[in-house]
């Protein structure tokens, strides 16, 4: 199974961005997904996750109201919509695949991540 995420680049504050993470190797239906972050320095930390089915989701407080994730299970594709960015939001996000839970042991595979940088 690959995963790979694509979408990051360089965004002002208050600026939007749309990550994909695009799956292969098998249907995407199979797994819950999840999004996570890693700034320099820091820990690499939950960001949401989302059902197998897309019908639940879940978020890290900091994000609530500002990102939204989904999925195309008939794409093999899952999306972390983020809107209203900040600074603190700068990271390499990762997408991974496996169980719904915001602990990274749940998740057996990860793809390479890409860059966010929010700047002015």
């Known amino acids: 199974v690959q995963l790979v995420e694509s979408g990051g680049g360089l965004v002002q504050p208050g600026g939007s961005l749309r990550l994909s993470c695009a799956v292969s190797?098998?249907?995407?239906?199979?797994?819950?997904m999840g999004w996570f972050r890693q700034a320099p320095g820091k820990e690499r930390e939950f960001v949401a996750s989302i059902t197998r089915s897309g019908g639940t989701t879940d978020y890290v407080d900091s994000v609530k109201g500002r990102f939204t994730t989904s999925r195309d299970n008939a794409k093999n594709t899952v999306y972390l919509q983020m809107g209203s960015l900040k600074p603190e939001d700068t990271a390499v996000y990762y997408c991974a695949a496996g169980r719904y839970s915001r602990d990274t042991a749940e998740y057996v595979y990860w793809g390479q991540g890409t860059q966010v940088i929010v700047s002015s």
């Open positions: 190797g098998r249907t995407v239906s199979t797994y819950a």
